[in-house]
């Protein structure tokens, strides 16, 4: 994508930022608004890393480690509402959560048999 092209989006997507802003109020679901802040969080974290990064491996790297950085923050909040009692056992998702997780407990093994260096 050349620069001007890419300096245009970005000028159209601050507008359509700015947009919402003024109308996030407006009744808007929360879970429209979250999407909203995942991507909008997700894109700031891409910019900066590609602002302070030199290489595309290093960019690679960094966002790796901050999706696995986030997926635990998750995870940990999650447990600790269930540790309280303010989540309940049939939360929509909880399952699924579940089930991940264990997929990605044998993910993790695998590669840490492969390669013992890993952690």
């Known amino acids: 994508m050349d620069e001007l092209k890419l300096e245009a989006e970005?000028?159209?997507l601050r507008s359509a930022l700015d947009q919402?802003?003024?109308t996030v109020d407006a009744g808007v679901p929360r879970e429209t608004i979250k999407a909203?802040?995942?991507t909008v969080?997700?894109?700031r974290?891409?910019?900066w890393a590609y602002l302070t990064t030199h290489q595309a491996g290093d960019l690679n790297r960094y966002m790796g480690e901050?999706?696995?950085r986030r997926a635990a923050e998750a995870?940990?909040?999650v447990l600790a509402e269930l540790y309280a009692d303010a989540l309940p056992p049939g939360t929509p998702g909880l399952e699924l959560l579940r089930a991940t997780l264990l997929e990605l407990k044998k993910a993790c093994d695998q590669a840490d048999a492969e390669s013992p260096g890993y952690a």
């Open 36 to 38: 909203l802040g995942d």
């Open 45 to 47: 974290t891409k910019v």
């Open 10 to 12: 970005i000028r159209e």
């Open 20 to 22: 919402v802003d003024r």
């Open 75 to 77: 995870c940990e909040d």
């Open 41 to 43: 969080d997700g894109l």
């Open 66 to 68: 901050v999706r696995v």
